[in-house]
């Protein structure tokens, strides 16, 4: 397992070894203790799968306030996606910043992403699916959205022509508009 840092602090790009022989590969997505071996010690409650049929959709920026805040553990199943976390903790020095990375079933690269970020992505194929590890349980009430193409962010997603969208995502709020319910902690 390869774990590297990102321009974000918190957000790991990890690659899990890949074993091939002539069946194809094994690997393992997700191993409690090797993760801690790597400082990363979130317990996970929730496995989430969601199929996008078309490339360009959009699905994000999306959070759960606290207390149901979610760290999230995102690996693609099939197909390509770039996939985008945006520091939202107040008092934070990269606040409103944001990294990406493609994802895809043939790098099988994860993002790991800590509460306090927004989370996004675009797929890049047609028939692609995320999974991804949540750190608490879907909480309806302390659902929240940004919208992805807000002028603050620009976020370049790197589309080739309209966004595929939900209309909860089509009509989420801008960043300016925005009071985030996170605080950046400085631990001393
Ligand atoms: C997120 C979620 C949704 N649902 C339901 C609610 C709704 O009827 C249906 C579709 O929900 P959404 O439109 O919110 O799905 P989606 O737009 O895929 O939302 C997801 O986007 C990515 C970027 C994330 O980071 C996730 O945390 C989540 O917010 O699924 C659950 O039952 N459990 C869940 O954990």
């Given amino acids: 397992m ?24 094994f690997s393992e997505s997700w191993n409690r203790r090797t ?10 409650v929730q496995d989430n799968h969601s199929l996008s049929a078309q490339a360009g959709t959009v699905r994000g920026l999306h959070f759960q306030s606290p207390p149901h805040a979610q760290a999230k553990l995102v690996r693609c199943g099939r197909g390509c996606l770039f996939d985008v976390a945006v520091d939202i903790r107040r008092g934070s020095p ?3 910043k944001w990294v990406g990375y493609e994802l895809s079933f043939e790098n ?12 996004g992505f675009v797929t ?8 991804y590890k949540c750190s608490d349980y879907y909480a309806p009430d302390c659902d929240g959205a940004v919208r992805f193409d807000d002028p603050d962010l620009a976020i370049d ?11 909860k995502d089509r009509t989420a709020p801008l960043f300016r508009d925005f009071d985030s319910p996170f ?6």
């Fill in 157 to 167: 997603w790197r589309l080739k022509g309209e966004a595929i969208l939900s209309d």
């Fill in 183 to 188: 605080i950046h902690e400085v631990r001393t």
């Fill in 108 to 119: 099988g690269r994860q993002l790991l992403i800590p509460e306090g970020f927004l989370h």
């Fill in 124 to 131: 890049r194929e047609p028939d692609t699916e995320i999974c």
């Fill in 94 to 96: 990269t606040y409103g």
């Fill in 2 to 25: 390869k774990v590297s840092e990102t321009g974000l602090p918190g957000v790991l790009l990890l690659e899990p070894a890949r074993f091939g022989d002539a069946r194809g590969f």
């Fill in 35 to 44: 993760l801690a071996q790597h400082g990363i010690g979130i317990d996970f």
